[in-house]
């Protein structure tokens, strides 16, 4: 308030620095004319002649080019009668000025400005959010936004799947339930909520998940997440039929070119189910994809010897990351072997392994993410 007070005071000196010389009437030169002057001189040739100073031949120029002078003053005195203006009409001008010109810019503020919008100190300008910032930072940014905002129901959607990724299940369990309170009720959603609680139970699919997946297929038949944490619901279980009839389902209905078809051809080879007519297992049956030259040396071997060569190929990529940790491909194959073999622990730790290996190196993140989520991981 008091700075706008400085503003107005300094507006009206403005104004009555412009206006002033308005209110004033003219007034005569106090110093006399120049007709006054060339008298003056005139006089003073006389006095200097009397006094012998000058000549008379002297005088005489002398006078004549004073007289001169003197008639071309008195002549152009006599045309420049200055008009004098009205004081009233000046007066009133100012009085318009000085009241009008605030008056018309507070109205086009009122009506085009934003008078109520609240002030934005320092401090808080220096809290905007920065891409540039830790995720941790950002993310603790928007949680006091919606400690404020709790409705928000667009903030809950957009801040609990970092929370997931970040590991922070029961807060992102919190988020994706205030998301659908708020921003509506979706199959996307479910699944993502089932899938968080997931994770806070270390990867087991419990009953509120499951529960949560059968929402979400309710909302989606197709819904691919749902279906596919169903029948890992229906392996832990030990129905393992079930979870392969689920599992074909979803490959022969789904698009041949969906980011999740490996995880699901992987889980169906795992749980000893016959992938649909028309479609490729992961890696020519039940093993990872292997290099051209490991995969014919492999054809001629008996299953056991041919799990052995898979099992060390994959223990020595893990050995490999643990001293070369920026192969981003290298970890995705580590993961997807995981997978393919069954050992979902050790792909759940592998993973966190990638993600604590590039996490300083923003597009490797990014590409492992993408990779993740191709896998059917939650990037």
């Given at each position: 308030m008091t700075l706008w007070f400085v503003f107005a005071l300094m507006t009206v000196a403005a104004i009555f620095a412009v206006l002033w010389p308005l209110s004033r009437r003219g007034r005569a030169d106090a110093g006399g004319s120049e007709v006054v002057v060339y008298?003056?001189?005139?006089?003073?040739?006389?006095?200097?002649?009397?006094?012998?100073?000058?000549?008379?031949?002297?005088?005489?120029?002398?006078?004549?080019?004073?007289?001169?002078?003197?008639?071309?003053?008195?002549?152009?005195?006599g045309r420049d009668v200055p008009v004098t203006g009205s004081i009233t009409l000046r007066r009133a001008a100012a009085v318009v000025a000085l009241v009008g010109l605030p008056v018309i810019a507070s109205s086009f503020y009122l009506a085009l400005g934003s008078p109520r919008l609240g002030d934005f100190p320092l401090a808080e300008r220096s809290r905007v959010a920065d891409a540039n910032q830790p995720l941790a930072n950002l993310v603790a940014q928007v949680e006091?936004?919606?400690?404020?905002?709790?409705?928000?129901?667009?903030?809950?959607?957009?801040l609990a799947p970092v929370l997931s990724r970040l590991g922070r299940y029961d807060d992102a369990v919190r988020a994706y339930r205030n998301a659908i309170t708020y921003a509506g009720d979706s199959?996307?959603?479910?699944?993502?909520?089932?899938?968080?609680?997931?994770?806070?139970?270390?990867?087991?699919?419990?009953?509120?998940?499951?529960?949560?997946?059968?929402?979400a297929v309710a909302l989606n038949g197709d819904d691919a997440k749902a279906n596919y944490f169903l029948g890992l619901a229906a392996e832990q279980d030990g129905r393992k039929a079930d979870a392969a009839a689920l599992w074909?389902?979803?490959?022969a209905k789904g698009p041949s070119d969906a980011p999740w078809r490996p995880l699901v051809q992987a889980a169906l080879v795992r749980v000893g189910g016959t992938v649909p007519a028309g479609v490729s297992a992961p890696g020519g049956a039940s093993a990872p994809a292997l290099p051209d030259s490991a995969m014919a040396a492999?054809?001629?071997?008996?299953?056991?010897?041919?799990?052995?060569?898979?099992?060390?190929?994959?223990?020595?990529?893990?050995?490999?990351?643990?001293?070369?940790?920026?192969?981003?491909?290298?970890?995705?194959?580590?993961v997807r072997a995981y997978l393919v073999m069954g050992e979902r622990d050790k792909a759940m730790?592998?993973?966190?392994?990638?993600?604590?290996a590039v996490a300083n190196d923003a597009d490797r993140l990014r590409q492992l993410n993408e990779g993740l989520k191709?896998?059917?991981l939650d990037g």
């Open positions: 008298r003056d001189q005139l006089a003073e040739i006389d006095r200097d002649m009397a006094a012998g100073i000058i000549g008379a031949a002297e005088a005489d120029a002398a006078r004549v080019e004073i007289s001169r002078r003197l008639l071309a003053a008195a002549d152009q005195s006091a936004h919606l400690e404020k905002n709790p409705t928000d129901g667009r903030g809950w959607t957009v199959a996307d959603r479910r699944a993502d909520l089932g899938e968080a609680l997931m994770g806070s139970a270390g990867g087991v699919v419990t009953a509120d998940a499951k529960a949560e997946f059968e929402r074909q389902k979803m490959l492999a054809k001629d071997m008996s299953e056991a010897d041919r799990s052995t060569m898979i099992k060390g190929m994959v223990d020595r990529l893990a050995t490999r990351l643990k001293t070369n940790g920026d192969d981003v491909e290298g970890w995705l194959r580590l730790s592998a993973l966190a392994d990638a993600r604590q191709n896998l059917g």
